[in-house]
């Protein structure tokens, strides 16, 4: 008889840690996801700043929007929302100029955003709470644009 009551109460104590043991890993691996590219970008960026060059003479006389240089920006109109919905939407605000498009998390410093002037391939240059500077290559041309956005 002793060895059925010690026996039962193995069991309980094996019972009892397994079922610690899954409530404490369910626990740990539900915790918020704050390290990925797509959590730090998402939300709202004041737009600072975009350095755009290898525009070529000919595509600027042809198209006065299309100018190498800085242009600065700043304002509450100005600005690119990465959205937290399923279609990983982007909107680029300037000068009150609103353009909804797609991103793509392609690696841990990489994206790709699909917005007015074409498919951007992009690379994280820094990221923090507050700043985000990255350098997008429009596909197929030779024009790059550097974007210093914060919050």
Sequence with gaps: MDILKLNLTMKRQITALS???LIAS???????DSTSLKAQMLGKWTLNKIVTSGYT???TLK???KI???VNYGTTSDYIDFKPNDDDQVELSLSGNRTIGTYVIIYSDQFSMD????LNYCKINSITANKL???AKIDKTNVTKVYSLSR
Excluded at 26 to 32: E, G, N, R, Y
């Design 19 to 21: 079922l610690f043991l």
């Design 63 to 65: 198209d006065p929007k």
């Design 57 to 59: 003479a000919e595509e």
């Design 133 to 135: 500077e990255f350098t």
């Design 115 to 118: 917005i007015n002037d074409g």
């Design 68 to 70: 190498n240089g800085t």
């Design 26 to 32: 369910t626990f740990m691996s539900c915790k918020k």
